[in-house]
């Protein structure tokens, strides 16, 4: 399985942009990239996905490098109710579905 | 509306005693998905169905089991269930088909081993 890794824990202050960085260097080339996020005592919630071009929605947006080996999250204005453990996780083709592999996950810290 | 849901939030057995843990979802979607969270670590996947395919991840203790009776429900039993087994659990599912279609999860289901 293809791996990803996150730093431990970031912090940010609130109103401000959010970069969340992921490295997933032996990612394949079917392999989508997910982001979720998991508040306390909550599952995991989606924030956004991507396979090679950058993507926005409305809650986030994801940079794909050119070489699909990293990512970044990007929060555009964080508040405090975006403190969580954000995932990246891949999403791998097996047995004709998906599965998906979890990264440690980032904790994000916002300040007021 | 919860789409998926699991019952109980939260469980207590005692050492040994098997347990069963139940997802149900409104979703109509056709995988469905367990996984184990222990505390401060990420989600780990058990199994998934696809349909009434089952599929196990190879690191996956034999004492771990799934049963998929319909396309709504699914359930994790644990046979003997062990002090390392206290976890919370994750039901997820969605479309195997569909490329674009996100995970949906439960609230997960918090074991506890006395």
């Known amino acids: 399985d293809a791996k990803t890794t996150q730093p431990n824990s970031m912090e940010s202050n609130e109103e401000e942009p959010v970069h969340l960085p992921c490295n997933h260097s032996?990612?394949?080339?079917?392999?989508?990239i997910h982001w979720y996020r998991q508040l306390p005592s909550q599952g995991p919630e989606y924030v956004i996905h991507?396979?090679?071009s950058n993507v926005n929605n409305r809650m986030a947006s994801l940079a794909i490098a050119e070489d699909r080996k990293s990512s970044t999250l990007i929060l555009h204005r964080a508040t405090l109710r975006d403190a969580a453990v954000y995932y990246c996780?891949?999403?791998?083709?097996?047995?004709?579905?998906?599965?998906?592999?979890f990264g440690t996950g980032t904790r994000l810290k916002v300040l007021a | 509306d919860a789409m998926v849901i699991q019952n109980p939030r939260y469980q207590v057995t005692q050492f040994g005693k098997p347990v069963t843990l139940s997802c149900s979802q409104t979703?109509?979607?056709?995988?469905m998905y367990w996984y184990q969270q222990k505390s401060s670590q990420a989600p780990k996947l058990l199994f998934h169905?696809?349909?009434?395919?089952?599929?196990n991840e190879a690191d996956t203790p034999d004492n771990f089991q799934s049963r998929r009776p319909n396309t709504s429900f699914c359930f994790l039993d644990i046979r003997s269930p062990g002090l390392g087994d206290a976890a919370m659990y994750l039901c997820?599912?969605?479309?195997?088909?569909?490329?674009?279609?996100?995970?949906?999860f439960g609230d997960g289901t918090r074991l506890s081993i006395l």
């Open positions: 996780i891949l999403r791998e083709t097996t047995s004709g579905t998906y599965k998906y592999i």
């Open positions: 997820a599912t969605n479309f195997g088909t569909v490329s674009n279609q996100p995970q949906h």
């Open positions: 032996t990612i394949s080339g079917t392999d989508y």
């Open positions: 169905y696809y349909d009434k395919d089952f599929n």
């Open positions: 991507g396979l090679t």
């Open positions: 979703l109509n979607h056709n995988v």
